[in-house]
């Protein structure tokens, strides 16, 4: 398994923004696709955003409530993926996971993932 690593968090005001990181040690290469989840404390983690490898054309998901506003992006060469937030809101806010995996049960699923960060904290004050 690749071991992920987040980074990037913080507290900002509502329409703010953050760029998140997730560096992956070992090559991502077998992983299909490679996510971002978040988790607001009560709440179960949900799929924010995901990116697939070149040979599934390098698609990328979004989550309705993300979409337009957050950017998913991953440099191979560097190992890291990245999550680019604008116009955040207070809903935004919870624990932000990078996950990697080889897919198959659908981007949104955390049973698509075999290896999670530890997460990064988003707070976003109105």
């Known amino acids: 398994q690749v071991q992920l690593v987040e980074s990037g968090g913080g507290s900002v005001q509502t329409g703010g923004s953050l760029r998140l990181s997730c560096a992956a040690s070992?090559?991502?290469?077998?992983?299909?696709?490679m996510g971002w989840f978040r988790q607001a404390p009560g709440e179960q983690r949900e799929g924010v955003a995901a990116s697939y490898s070149d040979r599934y054309y390098g698609t990328k998901y979004y989550a309705d409530s993300v979409q337009g506003r957050f950017n998913i992006s991953r440099d191979t060469a560097k190992n890291v993926l990245y999550l680019q937030l604008n116009s955040l809101k207070p809903e935004d806010a919870g624990v932000y996971y990078c996950?990697?995996?080889?897919?198959?049960?659908?981007?949104?699923?955390?049973?698509?993932?075999?290896?999670w960060g530890p997460g990064t904290q988003v707070s976003v004050s109105s």
């Open positions: 996950a990697a995996g080889r897919g198959g049960l659908g981007w949104w699923s955390v049973e698509s993932y075999s290896s």
């Open positions: 070992g090559s991502i290469v077998n992983n299909n696709v």
